[in-house]
Antibody
């Protein structure tokens, strides 16, 4: 059974880079997308971006200029790097598996997209 | 900017039925948005309930169901239990990127 675990510093200074790692256990990174989501205190969920096992990325347009998501298949990990952080980046950061299923060879598309496995989340505070 | 809108709050009596909806400012929600629904209790990570409109995960209670309704994605809870009190989020796919709705706080009272 796949499990995800976020790790990284809980405190980051303003203007510095926030770096987090998500370690995947009980399975491999292959054939899925791997996603970062965050939740500011008392607020809703925000999709940050995702990466495929082959390294293809899509980012939230509002974060794109400051964001890099990378994958390390040898370590079964993927990571998030957010530069020039401010207090607005204070949040619980979650990693999740984004799966796809029901592939149609004739249509060259998947019929099912899901985000089924989540880490427990890690709290990051941006403060001097 | 893409905005996904949910009811901020709803109240339902135990044993009752309630429907939460999820709308897109780009137009009608379709199966091509692969609507997903999540439940989040205080202090816990979100738990996946429904994927691609109406498909349940193996752990999803039978009283939860998803559909498309009047141009929106919908999550219906039947025979509501006290433990269903939580925040519920929908998630829609826009050709590569995902957008969460603002969430619905469901009170069971």
């Amino acid at each position: 059974q796949v499990q995800l675990q976020e790790s990284g510093p809980g405190l980051v200074k303003p203007s510095e880079t926030l770096s987090l790692t998500c370690t995947v256990s009980g399975g491999s990174l292959s054939n899925d997308y791997w996603t970062w989501i965050r939740q500011p205190p008392g607020k809703g969920l925000e999709w940050i971006g995702h990466i495929s096992y082959s390294g293809d990325t899509t980012y939230n347009p509002s974060l794109k200029s400051r964001l890099i998501i990378a994958v390390d298949t040898s370590r079964n990990q993927f990571s998030l790097h957010l530069t020039s952080v401010t207090a607005a980046d204070t949040a619980v950061y979650y990693c999740a598996r984004e799966g796809r299923d029901g592939y149609s060879p004739s249509e060259r598309r998947y019929y099912y997209y899901y985000m089924d496995v989540w880490g427990k989340g890690t709290t990051v505070t941006v403060s001097s | 900017q893409t905005v996904v809108t949910q009811e901020p709050s709803l109240t339902v009596s135990p044993g009752g039925t309630v429907t939460l909806t999820c709308a897109s400012n780009t137009g009608a929600v379709t199966s091509g948005h692969f609507p997903n629904w999540f439940q989040q209790r205080p202090g816990q990570p979100p738990r996946a309930l429904i994927y691609t409109t109406n498909n349940k995960h193996s752990w999803t209670p039978a009283r939860f169901s998803g559909s498309l309704l009047g141009g929106k994605a919908a999550l219906k809870l039947s025979s509501v239990q006290p433990e269903d009190e939580a925040d519920y989020y929908c998630l829609l796919y826009y050709g590569g990127a995902w957008v969460f709705g603002g969430g619905t706080k469901l009170t069971v009272l």
